[in-house]
Structure formats: C-alpha cells, structure tokens
C-alpha cells in the first residue's frame, strides 16, 4: 500500500464537504494542499485554512490571504450541510462522537466540532447547533519516526512516551513508527497492535486500513484504550502496543496491565513542555511502574512532527512525590530552556 500524498489527504477532506465548500478547496493551488494542517469551518466567518505557524484566508476565487477582509464566509446552511456530509448523513450513528467533540473521516481525518451541548445528568448526551467544524488533515509521512526508530529503537524495543501541543505530529509519527516496527525497518519484524480509539491511526473504512502500518500490525479499530489494550494481550501475543493520547485512570490500568504481561508501551500525550508533562498523575503513575525508557519532546521546533528533544528516563529522580531532571534541556538551535522540571507532588 503506498502512502498518500498531502495533496491526495486534502482532497479527501475537501471532497467530503458542501458543493461550494469543496468547489474552492479542490480549486488551490498543489503547494497548499500539500503542507496545509487543518480547514476551518465557523458560522458567518471566513474559510480559514492553518499551516505550520500561521493562518490564511481564502476567497470565492481560491485565493489566499494573510487578512479576512473580502473572503469567503461560511454560512449557517453550509455549516449544516457539512455536518450532514462528513458524517455520511447519518449524525445518528455518530453521536457518541459528536458528544466527544468530534467525527472521524474517512482516511483517518479528524472533525472537531463545536456547538450547543446537551446535557443529561449532567453529562453531555448530544450536541446540537453546530457553530464550527475544525478538519484536522491526517498526514502519512513516511520515514517521520526515524529519528524516534534510532534514538529508541536501535537497542531494541523500549517503552516510548511521545508528547507535544496540539497538531505537533504526535499521530503522524505513532502511524510511522507501528509501520516501521512492523515492517522490518527497526531491525526486526515486530508484532504490534494499535489501538486506534477514534481511527486516526490506522483509519479503518469498510474493514480497509487507509493507512499502511506494515505487514506484522493489527489494528484495534474504535476500542476504548483500557480495553483494547487488555483484548490485545488476551487474544494477538503483541510485543508492541501503540495508542494516541493518553486519557483517564482506566486506560493507565488497561496499559499497567499490558505492561505486566510483557508488552512494551509507545502512547502519546498532550503536552506544552516537560513540566507540563510531569504534572499529569497518570504520567507520573506510569513513569512509577517502568512503562517508559524513553520520552520524546515535539513541537518546539516549530514544525509538526519535528522531534525537539529526546530524554531518557533513567535521568529523571523521583522524591517526596515529585520528578525532577537535573541537567539542561537545550533548545536544538542550542539555547538552554530549563535547568530544573519538577512535577507536582503525585497522590500516594
């Protein structure tokens, strides 16, 4: 299976929009289909397409600006009919979903979506009145986790945490690297399962994956993590699992359990920095049991899926209910950005 082009993956997220919503789209010059990030969908506002480090406008004409000014602004009707569209006219059978914040696409795109919830015991049952759509535009970038695959992998398989901000390529490089495991490019063909909660990863569609993540992977499509990850040591013997976004106490006992049983963890998680990270408890529980030996730092290089740092584990200490890493992280154009990271104190 080959891996598709960026232009390929925008044009599969414009093709899954309103006529004249797609019409502009596929009407864009190749250069900025192929490096945008997401499109941007909001009631009586602009058509707004994000790339690395900024965002442009675009005009019924398909040309870009750098201001709004005169450009296309998206109306509550087509709002409506993309809802319609991207859940294949059937907002039924996605609203567990949409009561989450978003519909996976086909290909493994992402539509996050914002409006009125509705709530039930003071939960959130449903969500009505769409006021914005965020496409988030799945990229496969073959040979994206070959730094990760050589800092952590040349030894060996390891337990891997990779963090970073929000569109920072955490999925882009987890979707590489199951493929490379998998395929013989990390020094053996390791047997792996990802389990891909929301089809991100291995975007399954009619029992396809979109995605090519190699010949010895097995994919786990719309699982809960905790329970995906214990169906997989039950029943696929994985040497590897994988899984996107790291989320309550439930999935942490679901991995502490794989993680007992054998199996090396590579999870990612949402994080501006290394304090940030080491202030979340159930890193900190993890971190505890052993379920990483490397943690891989994105995003402060500015470009998605460009590895910023990578830190062995072993250099962190735990005491009186903190982490702390006492040597310099440097910046990879070579200024120091922290001496001292110390996490919160963890519960007992």
Avoid at 40 to 51: C, E, G, N, S
Avoid at 99 to 122: D, E, F, M, P, W
Wanted: hydrophobic fraction near 40%.
């Amino acid at each position: 299976m080959e891996v598709k082009s960026g232009v390929y993956r925008f044009e599969q997220v414009a093709r899954s929009l309103p006529p004249r919503l797609r019409g502009v789209l596929l009407a864009l010059p190749e250069k900025a289909k192929n490096t945008a990030l997401e499109v941007r969908l909001r009631v009586d506002q602009p058509l707004a397409i994000t790339y690395p480090g900024q965002t442009w406008f675009v005009d019924l004409n398909a040309q870009m600006h750098n201001i709004p000014r005169a450009c296309f602004s998206v109306t509550p009707q087509e709002i409506e009919e993309a809802v319609l569209a991207i859940s294949s006219y059937s907002v039924h059978t996605h609203q567990h979903e949409m009561k989450n914040g978003y519909i996976t696409l086909r290909g493994g795109h992402r539509a996050g979506v914002c409006g009125q919830a509705v709530l039930s015991g003071g939960k959130i049952s449903a969500l009505r009145e769409i006021t914005s759509i965020n496409l988030r535009i799945a990229r496969d970038i073959d040979g994206a986790a070959d730094r990760v695959v050589s800092a952590a992998f040349a030894a060996g398989i390891h337990g891997t945490l990779i963090a970073g901000p929000p569109a920072s390529g955490k999925t882009t490089i987890l979707r590489d690297l199951a493929r490379q495991l998998s395929d013989g490019r990390a020094g053996s063909y390791y047997k792996v399962a990802v389990v891909d909660e929301r089809g991100e990863i291995g975007a399954v569609h009619g029992g396809l994956p979109q995605n090519n993540l190699g010949p010895c992977c097995d994919i786990l499509s719309g699982y809960p993590k905790g329970e995906g990850i214990l169906m997989a040591v039950r029943t696929l013997s994985p040497q590897v699992i994988i899984c996107d976004e790291i989320g309550g106490e439930d999935e942490v006992t679901g991995m502490l359990d794989g993680l007992r049983c054998g199996v090396k963890l590579v999870v990612s998680a949402h994080a501006e920095s290394l304090e940030e990270l080491l202030s979340k408890r159930q890193i900190v529980r993890l971190l505890r049991e052993g379920a990483f030996s490397k943690i891989i730092l994105l995003g402060w290089a500015g470009q998605p899926g460009a590895v910023a740092q990578i830190i062995s584990t072993e250099d962190l200490t735990y005491a009186d209910g903190r982490y702390t890493l006492d040597r310099p992280l440097l910046h990879p154009a070579g200024d120091v950005c922290g001496v001292r990271v110390v996490s919160p104190a963890a519960k007992a």
